[in-house]
């Protein structure tokens, strides 16, 4: 219980539960962003398992470059098969990423 001056005695909520997860995001109003977090999540493990430790460190890191994300991957897949290509970075030659991207 607090006390304020107006309204006098007041009950805080000391936990707030939700009954499934589509409530939770529902309430939040993140229901579509976790969606494409997923999607994207799944389509970086798909690609490369070795991304599932970036991706726990680093969640927002993927909301950020969500409209580029599919260009990252390709870049990530080209640097695994190229680990030292000995070139600028412009000079990269990888289909459907344009190298303002870099």
């Not at 109003?29 to 389509?43: G, I, P």
């Not at 398992?49 to 460190?57: A, E, F, P, S, T």
């Not at 897949?77 to 991207?101: M, N, W």
Request: glycine fraction near 2%; hydrophobic fraction near 40%; charge should be negative.
């Amino acid at each position: 219980m607090i006390s304020h001056r107006q309204l006098g005695e007041q009950k805080i909520p000391a936990t707030l539960s939700f009954a499934n997860e589509a409530i939770f995001l529902n309430y939040l109003s993140k229901t579509a962003e976790f969606m494409r977090f997923q999607a994207l999540t799944q389509q970086s493990l798909e690609q490369d398992g070795l991304l599932l430790d970036w991706l726990i460190r680093y969640p927002f890191k993927v909301m950020q470059y969500a409209e580029v994300w599919p260009q990252l991957l390709k870049v990530c897949a080209y640097f695994e098969t190229h680990p030292q290509p000995d070139c600028y970075i412009r000079q990269l030659d990888i289909k459907g990423v344009d190298s303002q991207i870099y």
